[in-house]
């Protein structure tokens, strides 16, 4: 089975109790883990991956907290790193209008610092790439950049989620846009979620999205779709994959179980290249990748609702 690699960022996310007012009025916030590159080493994890965790915390309770969810879900966090910066914060709350009231404090996420001994153990290594915070810049914008690189020196098999989240990204959609491009182009598998593909692309359609995402590089694309299960498009076929039906109560997580699911299952067949040749081997392993983020949906919380092998 082959290591997965995931970097970015691990923060704690304070949702407010009360939904229905801003961040002005809400009073009580219950503190969870949040990051979705490290849900994505929970998810791997949980299904008896080999899961990394690359990213920093502050040295303070809240990264200490972190520290134990990510080691309790038996993701490996020895490459983890600490920073005298505090932890990551983000506030979040839901207003009557079902807009999101967000508060961002960046911390110690920021600080990933590059590891050069870590290259030796990368060949051949699954690398994945989740960027909420990855692309704002400090050292972390720089180190992931040279990872890429590594992952392409080192023969890995490079997954890339661009993770758009419009509170960080509002006034410099462009930006985010450029700043993808690298990460399209070099990854052999890219995860979208609908907005995500038409915004990179600049195409309404998704088809034409997809289309235009290969010709800047990369060769699979999965682009999730909720309830209507997974676009797959490789080597110019392009399927709709269906999920199972369920009830859901809380969407967070399911893109990062569904990824850490279809990572997990790359990562047992131990060869890449089936993958990248084969639609109808990579169309079941997606189904299977369905199903986990369907389970996930089917619990509050994203880290304790990813899915176990048996649950699965
Ligand atoms: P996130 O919201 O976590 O950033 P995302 O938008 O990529 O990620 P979704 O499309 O919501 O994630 O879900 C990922 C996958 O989980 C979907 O492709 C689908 O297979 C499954 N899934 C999500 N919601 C449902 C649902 N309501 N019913 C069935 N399957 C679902």
Redesign the pocket.
Known sequence: MKKIYCIGELLIDFVAEKQGSDLSQAFEFTKKAGG?PA?VACAISKLGGNGIFIGCVGSDPFGSFLLETLKNEGVDISLTQLSDTFTTLAFVSLSEDGERDFVFNRGADKELKYNANLRKNLHGNILHLGAATALLGGPLEKTYTKYLFDGLTKEMFISF?P?FRSDLWKDDEETFIKKCMPFVEKSHLC??????AQLISGKENIEEACDFLHTVGTKII?????????LLSMNGTKKI????????VD?????????GCLLYQISDLGNFDPVMKDFSLLEKM?AT??????I??TNYG?IVALPTKEQL
Do not use: C, M
Not at 191 to 196: A, I, M, N, R
Not at 241 to 248: D, G, H, L, N, Y
Not at 251 to 259: E, R, S, Y
């Open positions: 979705a849900n989620d993770n995860k979208f979620s609908q907005e995500e999965t682009v999730t779709l909720g309830k209507d299960g997974t994959i269906p999920s199972i039906p369920v009830t859901p969407t967070t997580g399911a893109g990062d179980a569904f990824i997606v990748a369905n199903k986990a983020g369907a996930t949906t994203a």
